[in-house]
């Protein structure tokens, strides 16, 4: 996996919380929580896991994974 992954995964989970808060301005928050709240949780989840399964790399990026 490219070590850059995780922070596009992160750019995405932005756009769409920042969307969400955009559509926060049209609706009430009842008809906010159910169009988005799972959308952003699923896409921090998804940051979270691969994060975790990022190797740690050891002094740099042309030395092995730990």
């Known amino acids: 996996m490219d ?3 995780p922070l596009y995964m992160a ?5 769409d ?6 559509m ?3 609706f009430d928050l009842q008809a906010w929580q159910e169009l988005h709240i ?3 949780s699923n896409s921090l989840t998804i940051i979270i896991n ?5 190797p740690l790399l050891v002094n740099g990026p042309n030395k092995k994974p730990m």
């Open 17 to 22: 919380i920042t969307s969400s808060l955009k």
């Open 38 to 40: 799972s959308k952003v």
């Open 24 to 26: 926060f301005a049209c």
């Open 3 to 5: 070590a850059t992954f």
């Open 11 to 15: 750019s995405v989970a932005f756009e």
């Open 50 to 54: 691969k994060i975790a399964a990022t």
